[in-house]
């Protein structure tokens, strides 16, 4: 049997290593695979610096997100918080409707996911200059 193991957010082998807590945790799955024969995934939020775990554990397969991903870049991130809070607020708003239109959902629907008013949607909508069908 094959176990996917879901890291927590920002967490990786590497962390598990840097922090001294690799050989606790990875006990625990190894005997599960000693004595029942099971396989794991571990789907990291590390880089390929958690390839390196592979080799030592033959029975697991190591699934580092950031190396597949690029990590975002958090400049960008901080750069919303030098702009005045309304035109933050407008970029995020207009990512988000957009974000719902291209999954082709009805302004029903996606009044409903935002708990607001249609009408009020069809007018935040032509504030931030999103043209609808």
Not at 45 to 55: H, V
Not at 106 to 124: C, N, V, W
Request: proline letters at 2%; charged letters at 30%; zero cysteines.
């Amino acid at each position: 049997m094959r176990v996917l193991l879901l890291f927590t957010h920002g967490i990786s082998l590497n962390d598990w290593h840097d922090t001294g807590i690799i050989n606790r945790e990875i006990r625990f799955y190894k005997k599960l695979n000693e004595r029942y024969g099971f396989s794991f995934i571990f789907f990291t939020y590390g880089d390929s610096k958690d390839f390196k775990f592979a080799e030592k554990y033959k029975w697991l397969t190591i699934v580092p997100i950031y190396h597949y991903i690029p990590k975002f870049n958090s400049n960008l991130k901080n750069i919303l918080y030098d702009i005045p809070l309304k035109e933050a607020r407008d970029l995020f708003e207009k990512e988000y409707f957009e974000h719902h239109l291209k999954k082709n959902l009805s302004i029903s629907e996606i009044s409903k996911i935002a708990d607001i008013e249609r009408t009020h949607l069809y007018r935040k909508l032509k504030q931030l200059g999103i043209k609808t069908k």
